[in-house]
């Protein structure tokens, strides 16, 4: 995976944001990469994995034998023979073994950085989530506040006479109503803290709640482009493909002989003889079926990649068209209203009875809502883009 070009293509999609959010962003992602319990087991579980890839292309174990004989005990011991061995494996099969190790290794770490990306774009949601809710709840602060200014006011309306009771519980319910919708964004935004303290280690990170400007949306052909070459997923995949290629050429050198090599000591009453010993192990029935079953799994290999290349394709163009068609939507909402003004000006003609109490909340809740919409396009958006970019991170 070329991890410069992933990190040029990421400083670019975050180059248009402001610093403070761009920080923000980075500092929640850069600590949850670096104390994620997840993601510290992954990478000692990784560092395990590639030790015992290794471990397979040894000698064997070297062989050491003593024998003692005599026909008395007093003569035992003055007869025997040492014998030390030494079996290899032809020089091909230690080099084939050696590229089936590299290539598990560079897989292990494929699928960590598979993990990683999917635990940083998690974290990356739920920041935009808290993000976008911290948004609504500012939003609503006006709204609360002229709530209660309502409530209060006709209930003196109400002891002076200038208001029905219908009004006055109209006012008072409107404003426990909007208490109790605040309250479940609240809880919400709880839930995602502790979730980003799980995500970060079983602590809450240092943030702001910046909003970030929405990242690039880089052109369909690029994306489907880059995912296909660095995905990790298909990466990993790839090297399973190549390491079954091996694994057929391995299963077909392991027809060969086998040498053992070594020395022989035998002594006697008065003489002694030493040389060399060398021999071959011959696997004639032990490896027959050893080549069709690597083939097989090559096989496995390759339809396991071309499946997982055709659904990731499909899955990257409708993630695209989701956030095309959201990102059009969004562009429909411009040009509401400022909030605040929004309700002095209803507020000031409700007081001046221009409109009665039944206008007033109907006009409010109309125009929240469709500012409350706005910020979750946003952040549906928002999170299409993360997701799409993810590949990047």
């Not at 003593?66 to 003055?78: E, F, N, T």
Request: net charge negative; glycine share 6%.
């Amino acid at each position: 995976m070329n991890r410069t070009l992933i990190i040029t293509v990421a400083a670019a999609l975050l180059a248009a944001t402001p610093a403070v959010a761009q920080n923000d962003l980075r500092r929640v992602l850069e600590s949850v990469e670096r104390n994620n319990l997840t993601l510290q087991a992954e990478a000692h579980a990784t560092a395990g994995r590639t030790f015992e890839a290794r471990t397979g292309n040894s000698l064997e174990p070297l062989s050491v034998s003593y024998s003692s004989a005599g026909d008395s005990p007093q003569a035992l011991g003055k007869e025997g023979e040492l014998e030390v061995s030494q079996s290899f494996d032809l020089p091909m099969l230690y080099a084939t073994r050696s590229r089936i190790a590299r290539t598990l290794a560079q897989q292990y770490e494929t699928e960590y950085l598979a993990l990683r990306q999917q635990i940083l774009l998690e974290a990356k949601e739920v920041y935009l989530e808290l993000c976008a809710l911290h948004g609504i709840m500012e939003l609503n602060r006006p709204r609360l506040a002229a709530a209660e200014h309502m409530a209060a006011l006709f209930a003196s309306r109400y002891e002076t006479g200038d208001a029905t009771a219908i009004d006055k519980n109209r006012t008072e319910v409107e404003y426990l109503l909007l208490k109790e919708e605040l309250s479940a964004v609240d809880m919400r935004m709880i839930e995602l803290s502790q979730r980003l303290a799980v995500l970060n280690g079983g602590e809450m990170p240092e943030c702001g709640y910046t909003m970030p400007p929405a990242e690039e949306q880089m052109p369909l052909e690029v994306l489907l482009a880059d995912w296909e070459e660095y995905a990790p997923e298909l990466t990993a995949l790839r090297l399973q493909e190549q390491g079954a290629r091996y694994d057929v050429r391995l299963s077909r050198q392991q027809a060969l002989p086998k040498v053992e090599l070594g020395y022989k000591y035998e002594y006697g009453t008065g003489e002694h003889f030493n040389g060399f010993t060398a021999g071959l192990s011959i696997p004639i029935l032990s490896n027959r079926h050893n080549v069709k079953r690597a083939h097989a799994m090559e096989q496995a290999a390759k339809a396991n990649t071309e499946s997982a290349l055709a659904q990731q394709r499909s899955s990257v163009r409708e993630l695209y068209l989701k956030v095309d068609y959201t990102g059009r939507l969004l562009e429909s909402f411009g040009g509401l209203p400022d909030a605040a003004g929004y309700i002095d000006m209803l507020g000031r003609t409700l007081e001046a009875g221009q409109i009665n109490i039944v206008d007033y909340y109907s006009e409010l809740d109309t125009f929240y809502s469709a500012l409350e919409t706005r910020i979750r396009t946003d952040l549906e958006y928002r999170l299409g883009l993360a997701r799409l970019n993810v590949i990047y991170m």
